[in-house]
């Protein structure tokens, strides 16, 4: 509901680029840290299992709503940074060296938890991914003629490329369906990753439908260590949004946004969090590094169709047994998609490399660091289990150990920082700002600026939506 929600504001008053808004990665990369604070340490197996139905329930609300509040702080921070302007007035600090090591470790964070998934049977998961690769690439071209009926024109052929349009969708399906049935037959033991039988409790156990609504699990709590450990997540949200806006054009074949349209788009995204926060989802909005990377596969930039799919997402969100029958995807299909979702994330991030030079000493050499120091310390922090700072006061201490294990917040941060103090040499100069090739800005270009511009006609009909039942 929320990314639905947050897909249509996006496309009718934030930067009005054809990009849906989904969960974001880097919320999750630091609330986990937050959750590995002392305070939140989980008891023992032996301990939950002796526990009732309602102490159980009590140890994931009280986390849940410890995030819900730092949700909602962050939200408002990242509202009043968009709609303040700020924004758009650092986006001249903000260049490809500071936005490649960012989404690069967006993907290369994760990589081990979708190994982990795929680890539990290796070759559902090659298959899976041979499918995925089969056609999402070798079979991209390949058109299909099928029957559609108009009520003007009566039956007629279209022909689609369907693999390339649904090949995520056709190679999850295919493998869940295989899984099924192999699991009916008894031919799947009962132990392995890849027996649906043990997830159908979850969906025999689920209502058909149930509304989400605020607060929902409690009262969001406000925790200062909470609220400052989540606050890398704004740069590094902020950061992967710009780089996803000018992609998002280039694919369409549109100029830079304006400064002012970024701007409304990272306010939508700061209201969407906090609605996010609302509803105790448990991560913030932010746009898709993957519908950005489908829209460079599919060349589907409409913005119709983007509000077609957010009110989907809205109209389905209600259907709980459909939320749930999704729980029963094995892990190994699960990992899969997700490696290959996190390989389109990192190309995405590298695409962005084309604006710099890389013949240039002065950007190999920020870019190499930063993505070194991305690894390296959050790595560091793992293995000594956050006993590296000396800091006496618990808050200070457990925010200085949050801030060290995003590997996030530390590229995008040391890239940022070098990025702007290093002197740039005559090869940097050269082309160290995006641009759109092949479609330069001009005086006429006045179709690109509509695009980005909110019309008279859309605040009227907002008008008369808002006013209908008064």
């Not at 990314?3 to 999750?28: C, D, N």
């Not at 089969?134 to 029957?147: A, C, E, G, N, T």
């Not at 996010?276 to 913030?284: D, K, M, Q, V």
């Not at 460079?296 to 409409?302: D, E, F, L, P």
Request: with cysteine.
């Amino acid at each position: 509901m929320v990314a639905g929600f947050s897909t249509g504001m996006q496309t009718m008053l934030g930067v009005r680029l054809p990009i849906v808004q989904s969960s974001g990665f880097v919320y999750l990369f630091c609330t986990l840290p937050i959750l590995e604070l002392p305070k939140w340490q989980c008891n023992s197996n032996i301990d939950l299992f002796t526990m009732g139905p309602e102490a159980r329930t009590l140890v994931w609300n009280l986390r849940v709503r410890d995030i819900q509040g730092a949700m909602i702080i962050t939200g408002i921070i990242q509202m009043f940074l968009g709609y303040s302007g700020f924004i758009g007035k650092s986006l001249k600090y903000i260049t490809p060296l500071t936005v490649v090591p960012t989404m690069c470790l967006i993907g290369l964070s994760v990589i081990e938890k979708g190994v982990f998934l795929m680890s539990g049977n290796w070759t559902t998961a090659i298959i899976t991914l041979f499918l995925l690769t089969l056609f999402s690439q070798y079979l991209r071209k390949v058109v299909i003629s099928l029957p559609v009926y108009s009520s003007q024109g009566g039956l007629f052929r279209v022909r689609l490329k369907i693999f390339a349009l649904f090949s995520i969708l056709l190679s999850v399906g295919i493998m869940w369906i295989a899984c099924v049935y192999l699991t009916h037959r008894n031919i799947i033991l009962p132990t392995d990753p890849t027996n649906t039988e043990s997830k159908t409790g979850v969906l025999r156990n689920a209502p058909m439908f149930r509304l989400p609504y605020p607060f929902q699990w409690g009262r969001p709590t406000f925790s200062l260590t909470s609220v400052l450990a989540m606050l890398p997540a704004i740069f590094a949200n902020i950061v992967q949004s710009v780089a996803n806006y000018y992609t998002c054009a280039r694919f369409s074949n549109l100029t830079k946004p304006p400064k002012n349209a970024i701007s409304r788009g990272i306010g939508i995204e700061g209201i969407s969090t906090i609605f996010a926060g609302f509803l105790g989802t448990g991560s913030g909005v932010s746009s898709s590094s993957e519908n950005v990377g489908n829209i460079g596969i599919t060349r589907v930039c409409s913005r119709n169709v983007i509000g077609l799919a957010a009110c989907i997402m809205i109209f389905l969100s209600t259907f709980t047994k459909l939320i749930a029958l999704l729980i029963t995807l094995p892990d190994p299909v699960l990992g899969a998609m997700t490696s290959v979702l996190l390989v389109l994330i990192g190309s995405v991030a590298l695409s962005n490399l084309q604006f710099i030079n890389l013949n240039s000493l002065r950007n190999m050499y920020i870019l190499g660091l930063s993505i070194f120091f991305g690894l390296a310390i959050p790595k560091y922090i793992s293995t000594v289990q956050g006993n590296v700072t000396n800091i006496k006061y618990e808050t200070v201490n457990d925010v200085v150990i949050a801030y060290l294990s995003s590997g996030i917040f530390i590229a995008g941060f040391v890239g940022f920082i070098l990025d702007n103090t290093i002197p740039d040499d005559d090869n940097a100069m050269i082309s160290n700002t995006y641009q759109n090739p092949g479609k330069e800005k001009t005086p006429n270009n006045t179709v690109d600026d509509q695009v980005y511009t909110i019309s008279d006609y859309l605040f009227d009909k907002i008008n008369y939506f808002l006013t209908f039942f008064m």
